[in-house]
């Protein structure tokens, strides 16, 4: 392992994690931004022009907000809780294959931080962990609604990533792989896998709502039950962390979904584009790609959002438990049937 | 008893179809209906740069008036103060003196003349009142402020500026 590899993956992680926080941080102007036009309303537009400074103001006020630790909190773990969240919400994007390599020179730089050869496990894992966060935070609360909350996203998670694994199974059957890397690869062009598997990719978003916690899945913290849910007792910037945390893990999921569904960096003409474009600039168009599939995301989050009601708790364990996992199951089996008739003629 | 319309309709609650349990459909219809709304113009006027177009016979801040050679109208009859609902309007009248003739209309004027617009309820009555034309409601809506004396307007908020005055 020379030097240059070392300084090489270290400025790749700096660029992804200043990237996704600066989309976290813009994600919270464009979901008002988003919420206002789908209302008629104009949304914040006071803070520099069209209110392009509000997500500085937001933070700043954060900040500068008075820090309070109930009582009768758990103290280390009342502080633990965002950061985990926040923490495990950040490390989601290290498997992400953000666009084909670069090459400079003789040297060839891969534009993801690391090609595990299981990295939907890895996601899986990250995805799951991410919900100790806020079971933390709820719990260390003290506070009845927030530990309430804290069960509900508990229970919820651990409902839906079932669906969500089953789902996955149908798109390994026809990638063959579990590397990211590798299935981004085999969507080259237009030959998405979403065209392969629709009801495999309509069952993951369903899952990848209701693992985000948003709307309409966003049970934790609905306020009409359980006041702010598990951020109740929190404030300040622990609270900053909290929501900043759920942005992150939208724009994860959005970037997953783009890469399992969507081809991640692959669009039609793809080809054409890269021989004449040369080594660097080929690339980072596909780079430019995949953030406008995964800012398209991001955007039909909001618009869900802004569209669809909560569910009831019951009907949210009844889509998980008897809707999504039956489907996600037949899904499996239609598809394994699809490939062997395929493959034995 | 009879029913006195024949508006009446009995509902029942049909199972759901398949197409009702599948979410999927009503969720898309409520998404087209929602990114309609995205490219139309929204309602939101920005208050402080635009303002709202008042209708014609809409009743603002009190003004007292001036006559066409910039002489002040009110003689201090008292009879805004009478019809006054809200006892908003107080007044002290004054005598005219010789050199004063070119500011006031008559000989006798309202040296002070308040109106305390926390009272005020813009009914009108005053200017309904007014033998000589002399107040009107047609300014614009009265500003907030912090404390309660601030609203007691005198004639040096409510007098119309002098028509000569460049």
């Not at chain 1, 926080?21 to 537009?45: C, H, N, W």
């Not at chain 1, 996955?168 to 590798?182: D, N, Q, R, W, Y």
């Not at chain 2, 979410?23 to 929204?42: C, D, N, Q």
């Not at chain 2, 004054?94 to 008559?106: Q, S, V």
């Amino acid at each position: 392992m020379d030097i240059a590899f070392v300084i090489e993956k270290f400025v790749l992680v700096a660029i992804i994690f200043g990237i996704s926080l600066v989309i976290a941080m813009y994600s919270t102007y464009a979901e008002r931004k988003v919420a206002a036009f789908l209302q008629d309303r104009l949304g914040p537009d006071r803070a520099g022009p069209a209110g392009m400074f509000q997500p500085l103001a937001d933070g700043l006020k954060m900040f500068m907000k008075e820090e309070i630790i109930p009582t009768n909190a758990s103290k280390w773990l009342f502080m633990i809780g965002p950061g985990l969240a926040m923490l495990t919400a950040c490390i989601g994007t290290a498997v992400i294959p953000w666009g084909s390599a670069i090459t400079v020179g003789d040297r060839v730089i891969p534009l993801q931080v690391t090609d595990i050869n299981v990295g939907i496990l890895y996601i899986f894992g990250v995805v799951s962990l991410g919900v100790y966060g806020v079971m933390i935070g709820g719990w260390a609360s003290n506070n009845k609604y927030s530990l309430l909350s804290a069960i509900r996203a508990a229970s919820q998670n651990i409902s839906y990533e079932i669906a969500m694994g089953l789902s996955i199974i149908a798109l390994l059957l026809v990638t063959g792989s579990m590397s990211l890397k590798e299935i981004v690869e085999g969507q080259h062009g237009w030959h998405w896998n979403v065209l392969y598997q629709p009801v495999g990719f309509i069952l993951f978003m369903v899952c990848a709502f209701a693992e985000t916690n948003r709307a309409p899945f966003d049970l934790p913290e609905c306020e009409t039950e359980l006041i702010g849910g598990y951020h109740t007792e929190y404030s300040s910037m622990k609270l900053g962390f909290y929501l900043f945390a759920e942005y992150i893990n939208m724009f994860v999921s959005a970037a997953v979904m783009a890469t399992l569904y969507f081809g991640g960096y692959n669009y039609p003409g793809m080809d054409w584009v890269l021989a004449n474009t040369g080594p660097v600039i080929g690339p980072l168009i596909g780079v430019g790609v995949f953030f406008i599939k995964i800012f398209a995301f991001i955007f039909f989050f909001m618009w869900v959002r802004w569209t669809i009601p909560r569910f009831r708790y019951d009907q949210l364990m009844h889509l998980g438990w008897k809707v999504l996992i039956p489907l996600a199951i037949a899904n499996i089996v239609v598809t394994s049937v699809v490939i062997a008739v395929i493959e034995g003629f | 008893m009879e029913p006195l319309t024949s508006k009446k309709k009995v509902l029942e609650q049909k199972p759901l179809t398949l197409a009702e349990r599948m979410y999927l459909p009503a969720i898309a219809k409520g998404m087209a209906i929602t990114i309609s709304h995205f490219f139309k113009k929204e309602a939101t006027i920005r208050y402080p740069e635009v303002e709202r177009e008042f209708s014609t016979n809409f009743r603002g801040m009190h003004s007292l008036k001036r006559d066409e050679e910039g002489k002040e109208r009110c003689t201090a009859c008292g009879l805004c103060a009478l019809s006054c609902p809200a006892e908003a309007i107080t007044m002290i009248a004054a005598e005219r003196k010789p050199e004063e003739k070119d500011l006031y209309r008559e000989e006798k004027y309202a040296s002070v003349y308040e109106i305390n617009m926390l009272r005020c309820i813009f009914c009108g009555l005053c200017e309904e009142a007014c033998p000589k034309e002399a107040i009107y409601l047609d300014g614009p809506i009265v500003p907030a402020d912090y404390l309660r004396k601030d609203f007691i307007y005198g004639k040096d908020k409510l007098v119309e500026q002098p028509l000569n005055k460049k």
